[in-house]
């Protein structure tokens, strides 16, 4: 597969995360207002363009903007000199730096995106300009990171943009053959990220001051990032200890940054979490419950809350279930008195609790046997011990579905006399392989595996928005829904959860 390639799956995963965010489009003007930059797209592919916004005092989080749209004017609200990043599934991302008062002409063609702003105060020029240094730097750092596509050289903000969807890969045979090389270049690179300007009194106008400020947080980050790279390629783990002793999170500097969020989730996992992950299914598991447990013996005061933060944001996208969501956001109102946080955090993500927790399961099934039945019926009013029930949907074409086949047994047989009923939902079309599949996860003599009848029209399947597989998903003993995206049964995840919701 080549670079384009794997850029372009990427970008599909950008904006395939992002469809919300052509809500967060302010409303079409060709007037700059104060504080706006206007942005003019002229778009002839079926490609959207999504912008990703870093304000220079923005905390924590990007802004993405995305239009669909062939011709759109809108405004983009700026309190600073901003780095912009234009994505589409046509060309590589571009950056561009903007500032208040700009217009930003976007025209996008096949393999082809032109960019133009008026950058009134040359800060696109300012902030790519390197010093004799800083290119010094960057020649060396060429000679131990080596691209793929040797056409391409990592110089400065606009390559380094890059790096997720290059590859990339060490140059072992230079550091075996000059070791103090490698010394030199981390030296300069650590010294690139600990550097703290003096004040700028000279500069009597604040926009200016803004651009500066901006130009010295993408160099510390530059640094940050080619350390990272050198540890992971030439597996150096004492530049991991030297960036954490390095004064990149002292707090007064990092809660300035507008790239805290990504110094801190390094921190949570490579320092905090010492870099272990869970890989026993399909995704990684990053304990971030444990991190945000541990954090007090790292960090204090505000840091501590803005990395408590992200660690209860990560919950959520670990699939953390809503009892223990809502158990550590309790501890965080109680640690930190932040109810307006706390406030925004359910709004964003528990909003659906308490409606799911009424919505009662409702699918057409039939049974090994051949009979028919609903999974509401099946749930209803259990003359056992039942307290949960974990659903299964899966199909006989789902590679993934069938390698965790074998660990939902064991948990099965863990759970069965703890009041935890499994549930196994195929979403095939083809009966037969739907049977022969069975027989292969000894499901064909098992009580509760059943064949969903028409999934697509089902509007139970709709509601719960259940457009991949596996999938998982949580009842109580009244049928209803308390975990509408559950751990898999691989790792330790799932076992969590149902002993949290048992209070075992």
């Known amino acids: 597969m080549n670079n384009k390639s794997l850029l372009f799956l990427f970008l599909i995963l950008i904006v395939a995360c992002n469809t919300e965010a052509e809500n967060t489009l302010l409303e079409p003007s060709a007037e700059k207002q104060p504080n706006e930059a206007v942005v003019i797209i002229n778009n002839s592919t079926d490609s959207p363009i999504s912008i990703e916004l870093l304000d220079s005092v923005t905390h924590l989080k990007d802004e993405w903007y995305t239009t669909y749209r062939k011709i759109d004017t809108f405004s983009l609200k700026l309190k600073h000199t901003a780095k912009a990043t234009i994505y589409s599934l046509e060309s590589y991302p571009e950056e561009r730096f903007i500032s208040p008062g700009d217009t930003l002409n976007i025209d996008l063609k096949t393999s082809q995106i032109q960019i133009q702003s008026t950058d009134r105060l040359n800060a696109q020029e300012f902030i790519e300009e390197r010093s004799e240094e800083l290119l010094e730097t960057d020649s060396l750092y060429n000679q131990f990171i080596l691209l793929h596509d040797s056409s391409m050289l990592m110089r400065g903000r606009n390559d380094l943009s890059l790096f997720q969807g290059i590859p990339v890969h060490g140059n072992k045979a230079l550091l075996k053959e000059k070791p103090a090389l490698l010394d030199e270049l981390v030296n300069r690179l650590m010294y690139q990220l600990e550097f703290v300007p003096t004040p700028l009194t000279e500069i009597s106008n604040p926009e200016l001051e803004d651009v500066h400020r901006l130009k010295y947080e993408i160099e510390r980050e530059?640094?940050?990032?080619?350390?990272?790279?050198?540890?992971?390629?030439?597996?150096?783990?004492?530049?991991?200890?030297?960036?954490?002793?390095?004064?990149?999170?002292?707090?007064?500097?990092?809660?300035?940054?507008?790239?805290?969020?990504?110094?801190?989730?390094?921190?949570?996992?490579?320092?905090?979490?010492?870099?272990?992950?869970?890989?026993?299914?399909?995704?990684?598991?990053?304990?971030?419950?444990?991190?945000?447990?541990?954090?007090?013996?790292?960090?204090?005061?505000?840091?501590?809350?803005?990395?408590?933060?992200?660690?209860?944001?990560?919950?959520?996208?670990?699939?953390?279930?809503?009892?223990?969501?809502?158990?550590?956001?309790?501890?965080?109102?109680?640690?930190?008195?932040?109810?307006?946080?706390?406030?925004?955090?359910?709004?964003?993500?528990?909003?659906?609790?308490?409606?799911?927790?009424?919505?009662?399961?409702?699918?057409?099934?039939?049974?090994?046997?051949?009979?028919?039945?609903?999974?509401?019926?099946?749930?209803?009013?259990?003359?056992?011990?039942?307290?949960?029930?974990?659903?299964?949907?899966?199909?006989?074409?789902?590679?993934?579905?069938?390698?965790?086949?074998?660990?939902?047994?064991?948990?099965?047989?863990?759970?069965?006399?703890?009041?935890?009923?499994?549930?196994?939902?195929?979403?095939?079309?083809?009966?037969?392989?739907?049977?022969?599949?069975?027989?292969?996860?000894?499901?064909?003599?098992?009580?509760?595996?059943?064949?969903?009848?028409?999934?697509?029209?089902?509007?139970?399947?709709?509601?719960?928005?259940?457009?991949?597989?596996?999938?998982?998903?949580?009842?109580?003993?009244?049928?209803?829904?308390?975990?509408?995206?559950?751990?898999?049964?691989?790792?330790?995840?799932?076992?969590?959860?149902?002993?949290?919701?048992?209070?075992?």
């Not at 200890?241 to 707090?251: G, H, K, P, W």
């Not at 590679?399 to 979403?427: H, N, T, W």
């Not at 308390?482 to 919701?501: R, T």
């Open 222 to 504: 530059e640094a940050f990032i080619r350390l990272r790279l050198l540890t992971s390629q030439l597996d150096r783990p004492d530049i991991h200890d030297m960036i954490f002793d390095s004064n990149l999170y002292q707090a007064e500097l990092a809660l300035e940054s507008p790239f805290l969020y990504g110094y801190l989730v390094f921190f949570i996992k490579e320092y905090v979490l010492q870099g272990v992950e869970d890989r026993s299914s399909n995704k990684a598991y990053v304990d971030y419950k444990l991190a945000y447990d541990r954090l007090p013996k790292f960090v204090e005061g505000e840091l501590l809350e803005a990395t408590r933060e992200i660690c209860l944001e990560k919950m959520v996208s670990y699939n953390e279930s809503s009892l223990s969501l809502k158990s550590y956001l309790s501890k965080f109102l109680s640690d930190h008195q932040d109810s307006a946080f706390v406030a925004s955090f359910e709004e964003r993500y528990l909003l659906a609790y308490d409606a799911e927790i009424n919505s009662t399961a409702d699918l057409l099934l039939t049974s090994n046997s051949g009979s028919m039945l609903t999974l509401s019926d099946l749930v209803k009013a259990p003359l056992d011990s039942t307290q949960l029930y974990y659903v299964d949907f899966w199909a006989s074409w789902c590679a993934p579905c069938r390698q965790a086949m074998p660990f939902s047994e064991e948990k099965r047989v863990l759970f069965e006399d703890k009041g935890v009923k499994f549930i196994y939902l195929s979403m095939d079309r083809d009966k037969q392989k739907w049977e022969t599949a069975s027989l292969s996860h000894h499901l064909e003599t098992y009580e509760h595996s059943y064949l969903l009848i028409n999934p697509e029209a089902q509007q139970f399947i709709k509601d719960l928005k259940i457009d991949f597989i596996p999938r998982y998903i949580i009842l109580n003993s009244e049928g209803k829904v308390i975990e509408d995206n559950a751990p898999g049964p691989e790792g330790e995840q799932l076992s969590e959860v149902l002993f949290d919701y048992l209070g075992s």
